[in-house]
């Protein structure tokens, strides 16, 4: 087991990590951060969500700043404007005890003119959501001139929701940058598309735990029941539950609206968020889960895209995902940074055939609750 230090992680680096309980590095971070640091290079990274893989990218890009140069040097792309925030929250906390390394994020859902306004300040990094970023390119409002290295984070996220037009646009205009770093859950065709096109053919790949496709903390269970069970099955779920915060996955936002209306109804501190809330919206439900004022969050597989809050027990499918991906998705919002977690599929006799394609293809084992 190496140190961050033994990685060649620096000393003032170091010392924000200690601070923050970062002391020992997960398996990507081990076979990444040295690898970044040695030289320039495009680089495939597939780990499971909750893996570490912010840090795996976010110190060796930290390292390769100068912060004397007050230009752009580093592009780090997201899904969502949450995970785009989150990303440059981290930043911030590793930087802690570093010279002053700025770093802004700009994103849909805002006015675009407020982050021109903070895009005039020094700035180091720019982590950003694809439409966000190509409106500025196009707008000649940011000055990406000076970037040697841009991060894809959750490429395969990004793609299903629709930026494959805007990333290859992006990757384009910056196809001269030496450093290109894409991380990912899954490598889909698309993503292994996008790597051909835009990274180069010798960009070392890092797999980690590919046998293990989800999280070998999350314990998977699933219940049989008739449709109009359903609920009956998750108040008591919920119940033995006591003390545990979750997140509930519906497939349509009209599932999300009508399970939150009906656990309110019980007296159960809940929400939905999904596609159609406006962004003041859903910053307000998301506020209240993360300060724990919420406990379950019911959520459609887009809306929940870049959520990341720590010490989630567990995640139900209220109704099972239509894609693979979205079930590794899904579980693995919980049982993060080492710890626990259950994921309970509350499925019909007739949808049997899609948990055993589940365990199959993902190579889990699911047990029965009775």
Known sequence: MSSFRELGIKADLNKGLKELGIVTPSKIQEQVIPLLLASDTDLIGQAQTGTGKTAAYGL?????????????????LCPTRELGQQ???QFFKFTKYTERIFTTAVYGGEKIELQIERL??????VVATPGRLLDLIRRKDIDIRGVHTVILDEADEMLSMGFKKDLDAILKVLSSVRNKWLFSATLPVEIKRMVSDHLSPTAPKIEVNKKELVNRDID???????????LNVLLQFLKS??????????????????LAAQLKAKNISADAIHGDLKQKERDKVMRAFKNESLRILIATDLAARGIDI????FVVHF????QLEYYTHRSGRTARAGKKGVSLSIVTSKEMK????IEKHLAINFKQVR
């Open 319 to 322: 109704q099972l995902p239509d």
């Open 220 to 230: 998977h269970k699933f219940v049989i029941c008739d449709e109009q069970d359903k």
């Open 241 to 258: 539950e006591t003390g545990h915060r979750g997140v509930i996955f519906c497939k349509t936002k009209a599932a999300t609206q009508k």
């Open 60 to 76: 060796p890009l930290l390292q390769k700043i100068d912060p004397k140069n007050q230009t752009i040097q580093g592009l780090v």
């Open 310 to 313: 720590h010490g989630l027990g």
């Open 120 to 125: 005039r300040r020094p700035n180091h990094l």
């Open 354 to 357: 899609q948990i055993r394609y």
């Open 87 to 89: 990303v440059a929250k």
